[in-house]
């Protein structure tokens, strides 16, 4: 089968990169993980794809001081040498300038902690907590210029039970992350076939 090559941005540890490696492995998954990329040479999600046979570079954001553009641009240019096709951000903590989200607009998707559009950002988990809500979970969209706002692909979605806290939670949506998130990569890769 012909797979679509998929660049991974990461910023941190990297399970939901790794998530979408494995699921890769199956023999009908339409696409492959073909390149990873951080913006810190701190992430450990670049060891753990390194392990698996898949090339991971650092593109250090402090090699462009004050040149956002300029990192991008970098971003970009490794993410064409490699053939990429469909880029997937997975716990890269850096905001994108239009230039790239408009680069790979409809082919660049992330996945966030919260029923979109329920908490955008950062601490969703305290804060569904804190509003006093009976469900939480996780959302897959297609990255658009405004933070967490793009279209929404899919959603899982968890309980919140009375005992937990913000980790118990982040724990159980977590789970449901790395299910949904090749599930959707996989999906959108198909149709853009079409
Ligand atoms: C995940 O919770 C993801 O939803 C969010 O950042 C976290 C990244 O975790 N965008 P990991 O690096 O994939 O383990």
Do not use: H
């Given at each position: 089968m012909n797979r679509t090559p998929v660049g991974v941005?990461?910023?941190?540890?990297?399970?939901?990169?790794?998530?979408?490696i494995a699921a890769a492995k199956q023999p009908d998954c339409p696409y492959q993980v073909v390149l990873v990329l951080s913006n810190t040479p701190d992430a450990p999600g670049l060891q753990i794809a390194r392990t698996g046979g898949i090339e991971a570079i650092t593109i250090d954001q402090r090699n462009f001081p004050k040149d956002r553009d300029g990192h991008e641009r970098a971003l970009d240019a490794a993410l064409q040498a490699s053939g990429v096709e469909v880029v997937a951000l997975a716990g890269y903590m850096r905001v994108l300038t239009p230039f790239l989200v408009g680069a790979w607009a409809g082919r660049m998707i992330n996945i966030h902690p919260s029923l979109l559009p329920k908490y955008p950002g950062l601490d969703t988990h305290q804060r569904a907590l804190d509003a006093g809500d009976m469900e939480a979970g996780c959302t897959v969209h297609l990255v658009t210029e405004g933070v967490d706002e793009g279209p929404v692909l899919g959603q899982a979605h968890v309980p919140i039970l009375p005992t937990d806290d913000a980790h118990a939670i982040s724990e159980r949506v977590l789970a449901e992350e790395h299910r949904l998130y090749p599930a959707m990569l996989a999906k959108l890769c198909l149709s853009l076939r079409r």
């Open positions: 941005l990461v910023s941190g540890r990297g399970s939901n990169m790794s998530a979408l």
